[in-house]
């Protein structure tokens, strides 16, 4: 069984410039999940993404994107790159009932890939 | 201001020691989660808890969840190296499962 994997793991970006990256999703989970985790704060939930579709956003600007795929994998794109962007982001697969009163997720994490903004 | 507040934001101790840390909220939560995150990778999950008084053990470490639900404390007895990152804890956001929230989470260093 393969965990989440993420690319790139590290990048670096100047400021207005756009940026791609990438998600697999753990074998057998069907729901993507990213996270914007700035250094020394806890993850900040960015959206998810279930059955090719955007399933819940949290507090972020429309220039944070993104995509799922008929295989799970995801991708998170963020245009107009600003300097406070600089932060670890992290793709988490998960397999969850579409009730939200299921109850909680079960999050497995990639290692995240780390952006920095100049 | 943060739904969720952990303390201490850092603790540094020797190995063998034992060391109590906490997540606090004025709000009631339907469950909490615990996930210990080391550097360059991301949180892992180390328990969900569920009922109200809940204790769970995982080899040294000890889970609670208050009886309120409204807050946890993780345990660790005999504190070792391999026990240092970041413990964060995370609890679903409101009716939403399917968005959790985070504190900022407690650095732990072990010293040998």
């Known amino acids: 069984e393969t965990g989440v994997t993420q690319s790139p793991t590290h990048l670096i970006k100047t400021r207005g410039q756009q940026v791609t990256l990438r998600c697999s999703s753990q074998s057998g989970h069907n729901t993507v999940s990213w996270y914007q985790q700035a250094l020394g704060q806890g993850p900040q939930f960015i959206f998810q993404?279930?059955?090719?579709?955007?399933?819940g956003r949290g507090n972020f600007p429309p220039r944070f994107s993104g995509l799922q795929f008929p295989n799970y994998s995801s991708e998170l794109n963020v245009n107009a790159l600003e300097l406070d962007d600089s932060a670890l982001y992290l793709c988490?697969?998960?397999?969850?009932?579409?009730?939200?009163?299921?109850?909680?997720?079960?999050?497995?994490f990639g290692a995240g890939s780390r952006l920095t903004v100049l | 201001t943060q739904l969720l507040e952990q303390s201490p934001q850092f603790l540094s101790i020797q190995e063998g020691e034992n060391l109590t840390v906490y997540c606090n909220s004025s709000s009631v939560f339907s469950s909490l989660q615990w996930y210990r995150q080391e550097p360059g990778e991301g949180p892992v999950l180390l328990v969900t808890v569920v009922t109200g008084g809940e204790v769970k053990k995982l080899k040294r470490l000890t889970f609670q969840f208050g009886d309120a639900r409204k807050d946890s404390s993780l345990h660790i007895t005999a504190a070792q190296p391999g026990d240092t990152g970041l413990y964060l804890c995370a609890v679903p956001d409101g009716g939403n499962n399917r968005k959790l929230i985070w504190g900022l989470g407690t650095s732990l260093a072990v010293n040998p």
């Open positions: 993404y279930y059955r090719e579709e955007e399933n």
């Open positions: 988490a697969s998960s397999l969850i009932d579409p009730d939200p009163s299921s109850g909680a997720n079960v999050l497995t």
